[in-house]
């Protein structure tokens, strides 16, 4: 199991936003050029972060604003943000099993609880971190850089 690169880059555009806030205009070019992306996956994960509540953005000399102090800010809120695509659910299953098949008939079934229980605890989890220790970290290593 993977999550996308949506999330890390996510991350990153909060951090950037947040170490260079009022010493540099921060737009999706100069986000595009520090993450290694193309602006246009910025502006679409910039968009989702905005359409979470998590930032404003304005275009010209406005820039980024982070609506929250990032200790507020969980990995589980970026993931939210950036990795659902329709409801919350990890796992998605396929479409259209066989109902005269006795597996395909039932595997839903088997198989919701413990998914239920797996998604809980990566939810859980990601919760637990916040986007304040991350900077932390990256305070520190530019310091000792």
């Known amino acids: 199991m993977q999550i996308s690169t949506k ?4 991350v990153h555009i909060l951090m950037a936003a947040k ?12 986000l595009a050029g520090s993450i290694g992306s193309n602006p246009v996956i910025v502006r679409n994960i910039m968009l989702q972060l905005q359409e979470a509540g998590l930032i404003d953005v304005k275009r010209g000399p406005g820039g980024i604003t982070i609506n929250r102090p990032l200790s ?31 597996v395909g008939r ?20 990601l ?7 991350v900077y932390d970290n990256i305070e520190a290593a530019v310091e000792a850089s």
């Open 7 to 10: 999330f890390t880059i996510a």
């Open 19 to 30: 170490y260079f806030e009022g010493k540099q205009k921060i737009t999706s070019s100069f």
């Open 72 to 102: 507020q800010i969980t990995y589980l809120d970026i993931y939210k943000a950036v990795e659902t695509n329709s409801g919350n659910d990890l796992f998605r299953f396929h479409e259209n099993p066989n109902p005269r098949c006795p």
């Open 106 to 125: 039932n595997i839903f079934k088997a198989m919701d609880d413990s998914l239920d229980q797996i998604q809980r605890a990566l939810e859980k989890e």
């Open 127 to 133: 919760a637990a971190h916040n986007l304040g220790a």
